[in-house]
Nanobody, 126 residues
Framework: QVQLVESGGGSVQAGGSLRLSCATS????????MGWFRQAPGKEREGVAT???????NYAGSVKDRFTITRDTTKTTLFLQMNNLKPEDSAMYYC????????????????????WGQGTLVTVSS
């Protein structure tokens, strides 16, 4: 069973930056859809950004131009660079993967993912 381990969360002031990392135990899952999701207290989980095996990226409108999803060249770690953070970005952030089956096109932000990390907390103060 593939494991995903997130890190990089923390507390920052509005306007600050954080970089989240997600280490995967099976790089084959990078061939499929992977992404970052978040859930704030009292709110439903939402898709933040996804990346496909073909390196096509999809972003939620609320984070576009502020967040960037990438992966390293060895394809074992997924990243989320978050700039110009806002208090409304405060949430538990989860890394997720679908399957090792190759996906070239865009991965929907509402795609059903099969594997989830434990989450990393991001708190943005005003």
């Amino acid at each position: 069973q593939v494991q995903l381990v997130e890190s990089g969360g923390g507390s920052v002031q509005a306007g600050g930056s954080l970089r989240l990392s997600c280490a995967t135990s099976d790089s084959n899952y990078m061939r499929g859809c992977m992404g970052w999701f978040r859930q704030a207290p009292g709110k439903e989980r939402e898709g933040v950004a996804t990346i496909s095996g073909g390196a096509n990226k999809n972003y939620a409108g609320s984070v576009k131009d502020r967040f960037t999803i990438t992966r390293d060249t060895t394809k074992t770690t997924l990243f989320l660079q978050m700039n110009n953070l806002k208090p409304e970005d405060s949430a538990m952030y989860y890394c997720a993967a679908d399957s090792p089956s190759y996906v070239w096109g865009l991965c929907s932000l509402s795609r059903s993912m099969n594997v989830w990390g434990q989450g990393t907390l991001v708190t943005v103060s005003s």
